[in-house]
Structures are given as structure tokens and as C-alpha cells.
């Protein structure tokens, strides 16, 4: 989330129009000769759409990121598509995706087609492992709370750490001054941001 003056802005995780394409794209081109369905699987590090039928007219992976080129299975599914302007141009769903989330994967397993969307707050915590060797004990604690909880308060720390709230406001000093932690908005409505040090 982010703040615009006094309103909390919800910003999700996967570009909500990089995922409404690799939906529509699972429908559009998936084998409805296979007994199976179109999933989402949500994973701690990842979604992924997955649609029965793998890549249809023996195209690749690699033809279909770089090259735009699409084959219809079903013809008039597509078209209903595009009737109702779902699909915009033919060709282009690969390249709308990687546009919005450049680091969008595609796979073919067993005849399953996978759209995979890494999940970003998996990076904070990977961010948080990877300092807090560097960090005493109390600031270890202190940035896995945060994570948890960006809005957890001094006070919160404080009395689950088993400190003082001096003790807490020495801690975040330390912690901005390396450059891992910044205050966004105050003390009623803000929010703790871990920040990736250089």
C-alpha cells in the first residue's frame, strides 16, 4: 500500500492488467478436448495461471515472447474475445504481459501451459534474511516484525522484544542510518518501509 494524502492506495502485488491478459489467454487458448480446467495456483513466491493444452500449432516459448505470432485453437472463443474487447490484437497477449511484468515466466509442463507472476513481498522478506546477519539481535527482530506488520507501532516492538521504547527509537536510528529503514507518513497512519542498502 501507499498513502496520497489521507487515503491508503492499495498497490497489488502482480499489475492487475498483466494478470486479466494471462487469464483471458488460458481461456483463449486452452484444449477443451482436455478433461481439466484452468487453475491459479498461489504459491508464498509466485502465482500461476495454468491452462490444459500447452502451445497449440508448434510454436515455442521463445516464438511466442519475441516474435508476437500467436496460433488460435479456438476460433470463435477468440472472436467472441474480440467482440467484446478482451483481446485487442492478435499476437500481442505475450507481449502485453512481459510489458507490465517484465519478469513473468512461461513453461509448458505435461501439457499444461504456466504463466508464472514472482510475488514481490516475497522479495522484502528475502531482503530482511539476507541483512539481518549484519544486524544485532534486537534489530533482526525489529525487521521481521516490520515485515509482518509495516504499520506496527514502537510500542508494539518494544513490549514484544521485551525492551524499552528508548531502546526501540535507538535501534531505528541505526537502522536508517544504514540505510535499511525509512518512516512513511507519521506517527498515526504511516508506515514502516524496509529499504535494500547499497
Not at 500461476?48 to 479456438?74: A, D, H, Q
Amino acid at each position: 500500500m501507499r498513502l496520497e494524502g489521507l487515503r491508503r492506495v492499495d498497490v497489488p502485488e502482480i499489475d492487475k492488467g498483466a494478470f486479466r491478459e494471462a487469464i483471458i489467454n488460458a481461456f483463449c487458448h486452452r484444449d477443451y478436448y482436455e478433461y481439466d480446467s484452468v487453475n491459479i495456483a498461489v504459491f508464498k513466491d509466485r502465482v500461476e495461471i495454468r491452462s490444459p493444452g500447452g502451445i497449440y500449432g508448434g510454436l515455442t516459448i521463445e516464438e511466442i515472447r519475441k516474435k508476437m505470432v500467436s496460433r488460435r485453437r479456438n476460433e470463435l472463443i477468440a472472436d467472441m474475445f474480440h467482440e467484446v474487447h478482451f483481446v485487442e490484437k492478435w499476437g500481442r497477449g505475450i507481449s502485453l504481459i512481459l510489458s507490465k511484468e517484465p519478469d513473468a515466466e512461461f513453461e509448458v509442463v505435461g501439457g499444461i501451459f504456466i504463466t508464472r507472476f514472482r510475488r514481490k513481498a516475497e522479495g522484502v522478506e528475502g531482503l530482511v534474511e539476507g541483512v539481518v546477519e549484519r544486524l544485532v539481535e534486537n534489530q533482526q527482530k525489529m525487521l521481521r516484525m516490520i515485515t509482518k506488520n509495516p504499520h506496527i507501532s514502537k510500542r508494539e516492538m518494544a513490549e514484544k522484544i521485551g525492551i524499552s521504547t528508548t531502546a526501540i527509537d535507538k535501534n531505528i536510528e541505526t537502522l536508517k542510518k544504514k540505510g535499511l529503514l525509512k518512516r512513511v507518513g507519521g506517527t498515526k497512519g504511516g508506515y514502516w518501509e524496509i529499504k535494500n542498502a547499497s
